[in-house]
């Protein structure tokens, strides 16, 4: 399908870690319970998106343009579209007492907020602490099923469906 940007579409999908086939995120509640990772501060059921905009990773906008409506497809995204690859420079070394200074006592697999950025402990050792500022998806392959329900171009259509899909329930 061509898409232009601007264009507001109406989509489900689900992303898995393609090594593990973890679903890390998917706007399927259902599944979203399976894989362990529903949170009832989610908002579950189609989402909107806007093509062309930047806002989504770029192999997964690159893939809507291959999506027929209301077909589900299945692309596999290597990391440099996807996450990115992981970036060494992002893996630090930080003194304990910076954490202890505080209040936090760290330890592998813990995510923390550094100076504004979000890290997370890989290993403590020594009063060393390595910490990782990579995204956690950092130099996985991800396979997302996607399926385009709706492409909305018409202005009006697009502010009401914009609107309806912020009401507050």
């Keep these: 399908m061509k898409l232009e940007k601007g ?3 109406l989509i489900e999908y689900t992303g898995k870690v ?3 086939n973890q679903i890390f995120e998917t706007t399927d509640q259902e599944k979203a319970k399976e894989a362990g990772i529903f949170s009832a501060s989610e908002s579950y059921g189609p989402r909107l998106v806007i093509y062309g905009n ?6 997964f906008e690159e893939s809507l343009e291959l999506c027929e409506i209301g077909q589900t497809n299945t692309f596999r995204l290597p990391p440099q579209k996807a996450f990115g690859e992981k970036n060494q420079q992002l893996v630090k070394i930080v003194p304990e007492k910076y954490f202890l200074k505080n209040n936090i006592k760290p330890y592998p697999g813990l995510v923390v907020s550094l100076d504004g950025f979000i890290a997370k402990v890989k290993s403590v050792n020594s ?3 390595v910490v990782d500022f990579n995204h956690p998806l950092a130099g996985e392959e991800v396979i997302y099923n996607i399926k385009v329900l709706k492409v909305i171009r018409d202005d009006k259509e697009k502010v009401e469906t914009i609107l ?3 009401a507050i329930p």
């Design 164 to 166: 309806e899909h912020l």
């Design 54 to 59: 930047g806002y989504m990773i770029r192999g």
């Design 7 to 9: 264009d507001l579409l």
């Design 127 to 129: 009063g060393r602490v």
């Design 18 to 20: 393609a090594s593990t």
